[in-house]
């Protein structure tokens, strides 16, 4: 990051940090998005300061992106970053006015979430054999938490082992923006966490973190994600195989059984019902699927 670009962007990185207290992982997002922004200002206007640069600016950037065939879901979010960033200098009293006031984003095609057929996670975790060592013990915890929680896989990674309340058979997650949520926990879904935890390698013992790597260090993202394809592979053709096709999963068959759309929000923590509602999409497509399937003149 250039001189330039450091003074404009960090002052608003330190606050989504130690105010909003963001995760990294959004902080990151922000900061390539921002830093991709001003390195065009730098390219075509020779840098400006944020209280000159302009809607015309900002369109033929974004034209930039779409010229490169960039998706508009990407172009939204770097959209998104761009409105946080403004609405920071107004607040800060850098700018008079916001110039995203008359940028209009892009339309998304919404495509509906991929997710696991039940009958394929029950082979998943009734059928398929896990290697008998800490990995294998690990693997089939995650598939099991992600399955059994919907949370996400920042939230599975910086599980701690104060959040898993025991007394109450519910666990806390810290989600976007570190907001709390508690999930409730099957009670045999429970006992195989505590004998997990009561199980770690004696290398853990000063480790906060519920799930840890052979050598007792917090799991890492990285290797979750290598996991979950892998064992998904075993048992579902689908395009993505990934942690979050698990939390669609677990969304997806909670509404195809009847759960209320708002129980569902609140254990996805999500902000919005917006955000829950593309799983009422898929129920739909499954009632379709069972009225072809079983009614004579379908």
């Given at each position: ?7 404009q962007i960090?002052?608003f990185?330190?606050y989504?940090r ?11 997002s922000?900061?390539?998005d ?10 075509d ?7 000159r640069?302009?809607?015309a ?14 998706s508009?879901?990407?172009?939204n979010?770097?959209?998104s ?8 200098q107004?607040?800060?009293g850098?700018?008079a ?6 940028i209009v984003?892009?339309?998304?095609s919404k495509?509906?979430?991929m997710?696991?057929?039940a ?18 013990k ?5 598939i ?6 919907g949370?996400?896989l920042s939230?599975l990674v ?10 109450q058979?519910q666990i ?11 999930i409730p926990?099957a009670?045999?879904?429970l006992?195989?966490?505590k004998d997990?935890?009561?199980n ?12 840890v790597?052979e ?7 990285r290797?979750?994600?290598a996991?979950?394809?892998?064992y998904?592979s ?5 395009e ?7 939390r ?8 195809n ?8 929000k609140?254990l996805?923590?999500h ?15 499954k ?5 072809r399937?079983?009614?004579?003149k379908?």
């Amino acid at each position: 990051m250039s001189e330039y670009q450091q003074s404009q962007i960090q002052p608003f990185l330190d606050y989504l940090r130690f105010e909003r207290r963001y995760s990294r992982h959004t902080i990151i997002s922000y900061e390539n998005d921002l830093t991709q922004f001003f390195d065009y200002l730098i390219t075509d206007f020779g840098g400006v300061e944020p209280a000159r640069i302009n809607a015309a600016m900002i369109r033929s950037w974004l034209a930039s992106l779409k010229g490169d065939a960039m998706s508009a879901k990407t172009i939204n979010r770097k959209i998104s970053a761009l409105k946080s960033f403004f609405k920071f200098q107004l607040r800060e009293g850098k700018i008079a006015q916001s110039p995203m006031t008359t940028i209009v984003s892009p339309k998304v095609s919404k495509r509906l979430p991929m997710y696991v057929e039940a009958k394929d996670m029950d082979t998943l975790l009734q059928h398929v054999t896990f290697p008998d060592d800490w990995s294998g013990k690990t693997d089939r915890l995650i598939i099991q938490l992600f399955y059994a929680t919907g949370m996400r896989l920042s939230e599975l990674v910086g599980l701690k082992l104060d959040y898993v309340d025991v007394a109450q058979k519910q666990i806390k997650v810290l989600g976007k923006g570190n907001k709390e949520r508690l999930i409730p926990v099957a009670p045999a879904l429970l006992e195989a966490i505590k004998d997990y935890i009561q199980n770690r390698p004696t290398t853990a013992v000063d480790q906060p973190f519920v799930f840890v790597n052979e050598k007792g260090k917090q799991l890492n993202s990285r290797t979750v994600y290598a996991s979950i394809r892998k064992y998904l592979s075993l048992v579902t053709t689908i395009e993505k195989k990934s942690p979050h096709v698990l939390r669609h999963s677990f969304a997806t068959h909670l509404m195809n059984n009847g759960a209320d759309l708002n129980a569902v929000k609140s254990l996805l923590g999500h902000s919005s019902l917006a955000a829950t509602q593309v799983y009422t999409h898929n129920s739909v497509e499954k009632l379709k699927e069972i009225f072809r399937k079983a009614h004579p003149k379908a």
